[in-house]
């Protein structure tokens, strides 16, 4: 997110429009509060934006928030790592299909930013996803660690929270205003849900969302044949970087001390899945 929030910095204002102008453009129907079920978990969500506004809004927004990388060739420039992040992402999603038939529509798309100092990866409605080259380089993640992060975004884009995210920002209006009060759109062309999509990317993380992900993403890259051990092993590289100044992805993906606990006992739960892939066969059903 930072060659985005560089160029979002310098502007204040429009606060009364901003809320009205997401409400209209996005065409939402927000005056009667509606939830729904996590479409993996089950877990109840509030959901003012219906996941395809979601993934239209996404579609929009992911392209505008990698022009900046992409007009300086930074958009998959190393194709080593290209093919190395493709190729496991591939994997992954395969895996994510399988939970959720219906996502097999959508068009999965994974870029790689060089940015050497940037920790930070995210995902958005619809498969859209991005990963900076400086978590994969500073932290030397292995292949089983960076599965741990594609499958733990790619769950997050399962479980609609993009949508969530928006309609939680929705509801409350404090999170627009917060970042129409710290944001400059006069080189970014983003309106209504579009802009709306940006903001979930940018806003933290849930504890529950970000359980699901742990969760869901650990189960997708161990059917997919990475070690689910690499998931606390990724923590703890995460938390040492932390030592030295906070890495962007902990903004958005707070970090409790009890998660590298947690992380272990799901390893423990899905190391049978990870030895069935190893050996060519993993059974279809989820293990809760």
């Known amino acids: ?50 996941e395809n506004q979601a993934i239209d809004a996404s579609r929009s927004a992911y392209v505008e928030m990698l022009a900046p990388a992409r007009e300086e060739g930074r958009i998959n420039a190393d194709p080593a790592m290209t093919a190395r992040v493709q190729g496991i992402t591939e ?9 959720r038939p219906e996502t097999a529509d959508w068009d999965w798309e ?26 994969i380089e500073q932290l030397e993640l292995t292949d089983d660690e960076l599965a741990q992060i594609i499958g733990h975004e790619i769950a997050h884009a399962l479980s609609a929270h993009t949508a969530e995210k928006m309609s939680v920002a ?21 309106t209504g849900a579009a802009l709306g999509a940006v903001l ?25 044949g990475y070690n689910p051990d690499a998931a606390a092993s ?12 906070q890495p962007e992805f902990l903004s958005t993906h707070p970090a409790p001390d009890s998660r590298q606990r ?8 899905y190391r ?8 060519g066969s993993v059974p279809t059903h989820p293990v809760n």
């Open 1 to 50: 997110m930072r060659a985005l929030s560089k160029s979002w910095r310098t502007a204040r204002g429009r606060l009364a429009s901003l809320f009205l102008t997401v409400l209209v453009a996005a065409g939402l129907a927000v005056a009667i509060p509606g939830c729904t079920t996590n479409p993996v978990t089950g877990r109840s969500q509030l959901m003012l934006v219906s």
């Open 110 to 135: 994974i870029a790689v930013i060089k940015a050497p100092d940037t920790v930070n990866a995210f995902a958005m409605a619809g498969g859209k996803m991005a990963i900076y080259s400086g978590i």
């Open 262 to 269: 947690e992380l272990t006992r799901l390893a423990d739960q």
């Open 170 to 190: 929705l509801a409350s209006n404090l999170a627009l205003t917060g970042y129409a009060l710290s944001g400059d759109r006069s080189q970014v062309a983003l």
């Open 234 to 245: 990724l923590w703890r590289k995460m938390a040492a970087q932390a030592n030295g100044g």
């Open 200 to 224: 979930a990317v940018q806003l933290p993380h849930s504890r529950g969302m970000e359980s699901e992900a742990d969760r869901i993403g650990i189960e997708l890259a161990a059917r997919a």
């Open 91 to 99: 994997k992954v999603v395969a895996q994510a299909v399988k939970y």
């Open 272 to 279: 049978p899945l990870y030895d069935e892939a190893r050996r």
